[in-house]
């Protein structure tokens, strides 16, 4: 049977032309691809071999099978640490939620002095996790700090001293720099929510609170996936402020995975438990991303305009 080739309408490019637009295009993602396997997957496979090693750091390399991952997975600390992580992520997230929503909802107002707010808002995102730890170590030095120079006796407390007080302040620390962050993430998911949808419910009647809990929260369910996925992923990386501010302490009150994972690797010389740990965190954060995308109906990456 001989086919008739069909002939592009009036306008229209033709397959070929079609094609050969779209080439150049699958090459524009070769460097994304480039610094995605040299950056991440080479690494990870790099910490998926040391961890069934044994090494130092400095001397020779040698394979010792599932030693590693026996010494991490028998460890007794390996438990308290990653309960730590959890109440440390699941806090934090209570935390700068809901203050990002508001913050966020507010900064997306039209008014002018909005923007020079978003600026100052902003500040603590841009200053460093070591700087804003020993800011916050000295301000609250019980003897030489803001409340002892205050003679404000609620702030004179051993902050940095006691398991309670220690958590509290390393989730408040972590909330007051993340904040902004997420509130920027609102502001432009507040922005997308068509003006019309508030439109119509004032004409029914609807007052500020009435549009927040019935418009603007559905609207931004998507937008809220994706920011609680960065803050759960995240959270299992806070390291710096962790080990600037209590170094895990007082005792292990503070100790997250990847602080036990800095301690073993590079203050015990321990490279194959510090690697199995890694990849713990790894899988953890992996797990948390695909549960939050099935929670979401797998349609997280999809406008959120798809439900208005």
Known sequence: MTTIPTSAGPGQPSARARGGRNLPLAWLT??????????????????????????DGIGDIHFSGFTSWHAVLTDPGLPHALWVTFLIMALSWLVQTPASILLGVFLAGAQRYRAVLSVLYFIPLLLSSAAIA?????????????????????????????????????VFV??????????????????QIPQSMYEAAELDGAGRVRKFFSIT??????????????????????????FVLTAGGPGDATRVLALDMYKRGFQANLMGPASAIALILVLVGLALSLLLRRLGGGKADHSQMEGA
């Open 217 to 242: 929260l559905p609207q931004l369910k998507y937008t809220m996936i994706t920011s609680t996925t960065l803050v759960l992923v995240g959270s299992l990386t806070f390291f710096d402020l962790i």
């Open 30 to 55: 070769v460097p994304a691809l480039v610094f995605f396997v040299g950056f991440g997957v080479i690494p990870l496979i790099g910490v998926l071999a040391l961890s069934f090693t044994t090494w």
């Open 134 to 170: 020993i800011t916050y170590k000295a301000l609250l030095d019980p003897n030489f700090g803001l409340g002892a120079g205050l003679k404000i006796e609620l702030l004179s407390q051993d902050w940095l001293g006691r398991p309670g007080l220690a958590l509290g302040v390393v």
């Open 174 to 191: 972590v909330s007051w720099q993340f904040i902004p962050f997420h509130s920027l993430i609102y502001q432009g998911g507040v922005r």
